[in-house]
């Protein structure tokens, strides 16, 4: 994104979602989400887990009740409350999670940026600090939007995952890869096809035919772009997202 606004603040008010009330209305809305914890449990059954941008916590919540240990690091005041009240997760308030990470001295099996990644000024930085903060053998997740993506063709700057001016920095399959390789981490699985990437894709194709006034042309026409591009994507791996492992060796 160029130019950076200097306050980013403003664009970031009222958030992406609600906090609920209470635990029971999170797990709520967690249930929906539980496919998240695939990677992580396909690599790790337990453990230590770092969730860096977790918001109100639909994740950390997840990872919570599969039995790991979390702490989150997170920029939003009230989220922190509500994570550290709520959720029961050790959660940590801070704008610069690079320089957060480099002052711990805990190590983690896990950690996790689950579309945060994007949002930060200097993520290579991020990368770096967590790849230090990982025990032998811990795993790092990123999921970020897929700027090589086939809707981004088709929609370019109209694409709703380029989220101006809140998406900072994107980045292409092999990009991500060199640099997690180039921080000391082997690549575990990378994909374009999980249901995160069909949320997501779902989520463009719903946007795109919102000005649509008659409402069952609008549904059809939603559902006929993302049923096709869903199909076309699993072929060339060209979904909205990429969810994304490495592992720091023993």
Known sequence: MDPIPDDL?????????????????????????TYRMDPILRHKSGGSLL??????GIFACNAVDAGFKVTAIEIDENCVAFLKQTVGVSA?????????????????????????LEHLRDPWAVV?????????????????????????KIFKGRWKHVDAPR???????????????????????MTTTDKLTNALSYDVWFSWARPIQIRY?????????FYLTRLLTKLTQTGSGITAVFQRPL
């Open 128 to 152: 770096q600090s967590a790849a230090r903060r990982l025990a032998p053998g811990g795993i790092l997740l990123i999921a970020i939007p897929n700027i090589e993506s086939l809707e981004f």
């Open 167 to 189: 998406h900072l920095y994107f980045y292409p399959h092999e990009s991500l890869s060199r640099l997690c390789r180039e921080s000391g981490l082997v690549p575990l699985e």
């Open 51 to 56: 969730d860096i941008g977790p918001w109100m």
């Open 9 to 33: 603040r403003p664009f970031y008010q009222g958030g992406y979602q609600t906090i609920p009330n209470n635990i029971s209305e999170l797990r709520v809305i967690s249930a929906t989400e």
């Open 92 to 116: 940590i308030h801070s704008a610069d999670p690079a320089a957060t990470m480099d002052q711990m001295t805990e190590t983690f099996d896990v950690i996790t940026l689950w579309h945060s």
């Open 217 to 225: 042309v609008r549904g059809v026409l939603a559902r006929v772009g």
